[in-house]
């Protein structure tokens, strides 16, 4: 199975900016591949997320609480060769940043413990390329 993950920032963005992200998931591969279509976004460290970012080499950046159910068996289907699934969220909601550059990378996950998910589900973590943001 083949999967890419991306992530569409904004080229730049002030600290006072709505900008939304968004996450893509894309089946790069020629079979179908069982993924979470749910994308909620999240931290490394809690759960019932499927989408967090890496920032810079810090885990978590300015944590939000937030509560949210695990997925469930709905939140699952089959992505065929070439589809795409997407989520986006508005990156300061759930993130800080400090006026400058960062390293960001986006990270997603089907199969997170207290998920209901199918055992064919796609399994690990899948980790975009590396992104530079320019904060001002």
Known sequence: MTVELTLVLPAALRRSDHAPVTVRLR???DQPVV?????APGYATSR??????????REDV???DYER?????????????GAVVEGAF???????????AHRVIA?????????????????????SPVYELAVR
């Open 69 to 81: 159910e695990h997925a469930g068996p709905d939140d699952f289907a089959p992505l065929p060769p």
């Open 27 to 29: 089946n790069a591969g």
């Open 48 to 57: 019932a997320r499927e989408v967090w970012l890496e920032v810079g080499g």
């Open 107 to 127: 990270c997603y996950e089907a199969d997170e413990r207290g998920a209901a998910y199918p055992d064919d589900v796609l399994r690990g973590v899948v980790r």
């Open 35 to 39: 993924v979470n279509t749910r994308m």
């Open 62 to 64: 300015s944590r939000r």
């Open 90 to 100: 508005v990156l300061l909601d759930w993130y800080r940043f400090a006026a400058g």
